[in-house]
């Protein structure tokens, strides 16, 4: 194929979008499970969109009363519909989406970059991302990374139409911030809050109250999505739109405006999150920007301030777990890293032992290089695909589903009756459970025992109790007794004695151990 010099520079920016697919590739081939506990549950709402359509209720959790989805459904939609047009297990689609998502983002920075500050700054942020960690939290199949693709795109179009003093970019970055709200909530929030400060700066700064204009092009598609939903709603499910009315959103369909912990992140969380390369050169593209003070420079600063404020909300009186926002944080800082790295590539030209080009670029290659090692040796470690719950009584692994739960989703697939629902100790294995077999998960395994009358099991339809043998501690006074520890999102059932040697005494008298495995112990209720 025959490339003229204005096409190949064109595709020079796919380079560090290429090098990020093939470096998050290597993870992928090498580990046979998606990346993340909590895909497991985002592939259950996957099954679940599949089969009954679009739902707020998870029937598979909390049996009988269910459990609010509370989560945007694109993401899910989109495993969904891969998954049934290719035939393809959901995991493994979710598995090589990894690489893609890896890519996509990738791509996304560096064009924004290219926009902003020119092409070696688009290629250089590219690689940048690909140096540090976020290189790992960018390729997790997540709803979030589906989002972050968006957002760069719809805050450079934005820039745009103040730039160019036209609508049509504000309405396409509006419509990207539909696709946003149809995807991650915290995505919702970051987003609107930097096309909101972007929007007082322009009237603050440059006494632009036009600007107006383009933040309500902006908003216009969310109103009218907000209309026509409305509309629907009223039309097809009007307990759902009066019960919208009475108890606001959130208790409608669980989506939660707030966390209810707060993880703030030390000065040194925030720097090793972007080393080797992105905060030194990010560094540089800063001070560049503050001395310059043009509009664009402006505009990426207060876009990094707004996150860095939205991350220090606890500051405010407001929860927040900081690390969720690092990668947010990594966007901004990508372009002002690679502006710095371009403005070092230009700044060498004024020295004469290293003004040639071929020293220049040999230099970029350098660090282009380096940034690739970084990244491989980031995904080479072995602990990225191993996560774990703790608690005040151990810490206990999460994900990848280990053979032991492949082994009780089997068992339950091909012997059990569908029609009950199961008691369990583990919670974080009861999701994959449930979106392995489809069958549901009662969740108060604390209040049922081996004194709790049968009548109570029939009443609340539990057919099997799971027992995970993992979750022991030693009694200081030698009794056996059941000890609720709370981890991040579940409390977990330890037992204070050995499980297996005690199952007898344990399990109720009137159900019978139907399975044992490394890890688990079935009963079933007779």
Known sequence: MNW????YKKALILIPALAAFFITLIPTLKFQWPL????IYHIQYAHLYSQYGLVLTNPLLNYP??????YPPLFH???????????VDY????????PVLAMSIVLSVSYVAQKFYGKIAGISAGFLIISSYMIYRIMLPLPENLALIFIPIAVYLYYRSIKDNTLKYALLSGILFILVI???????LCLFLVITALTLVEVVVYRNIKVFKNYGAFLSCLVALILAAALFIWLSAPDLFYGILKGGISAATGYASQVNTNEPLSAYGYVKYFTPFILPFALIGGVLAVKRRSKKDIFVLVWLLVLFLLSKSYWFGVNVISFRLIVYMMMPLALLGGFGLSYVYEKLKDYKRVSSNSIRTGFLIAIFMFSMVSGVLTLENPNISTFGAKTDLGSVQIAPPSSSEVDLANWFNANADKNKSILISNLYVSMFLATQTGIPIHYGFEYFNNTTPKSSFEMNNIGYIVYDKRLTFPSENGTLYLQKADSELYPLMYYSEDIHSNINTIKPSFSKVVYENVDFIICQIQ
């Open 91 to 98: 995991f493994q689609i979710a598995r090589f989406l990894q």
């Open 4 to 7: 003229d010099n204005k096409n």
């Open 65 to 70: 009363v269910g459990q609010k989805i509370a």
């Open 77 to 87: 939609l989109l495993i969904a519909a891969l998954g049934n047009l290719l035939n």
């Open 36 to 39: 993340s506990w909590d895909i």
């Open 182 to 188: 149809a995807t991650h909530q915290a995505a919702i």
